[in-house]
């Protein structure tokens, strides 16, 4: 049951192309955002979509994966976990961000024919 604490699987669309860094001692950190979208059914009758924001950070060789196949608006699934963190902006403002960090990726939706 460990593997079920904080365990996060998404299938969306990618809102920009990953932006790599390689760290002080040589790793790999990719990151990107990710939009995941919900129809349903309002109270008006019509069918409505919510579209939430999810922020991405991928290690090691999922980073290089995603620099090497990933662009604006690609399909993915990608499973992870929830990373809270914070940190200080220039204005001396303690900031808290949730970023999910991913360990498996798997591109889908198939290439899109030219128009």
């Not at 790999?28 to 950070?57: P, V």
């Not at 290690?59 to 200080?88: C, M």
Request: glycine fraction near 10%; aromatic fraction near 6%.
């Amino acid at each position: 049951m460990n593997a079920l604490r904080n365990k996060v699987q998404l299938i969306g669309n990618l809102g920009n192309a990953p932006e790599v860094k390689t760290t002080e001692n040589g790793k790999k950190l990719a990151r990107f955002s990710m939009a995941t979208n919900e129809t349903d059914t309002g109270r008006t009758g019509r069918k409505e979509t919510e579209t939430t924001w999810h922020n991405i950070i991928a290690w090691g060789k999922v980073a290089d994966i995603a620099e090497k196949f990933l662009t604006k608006g690609k399909e993915v699934a990608l499973e992870g976990k929830l990373v809270n963190r914070s940190y200080t902006d220039k204005e001396g403002v303690k900031r808290y961000i949730t970023e999910i960090q991913i360990n498996e990726l798997l591109m889908i939706g198939g290439e899109k024919p030219a128009a």
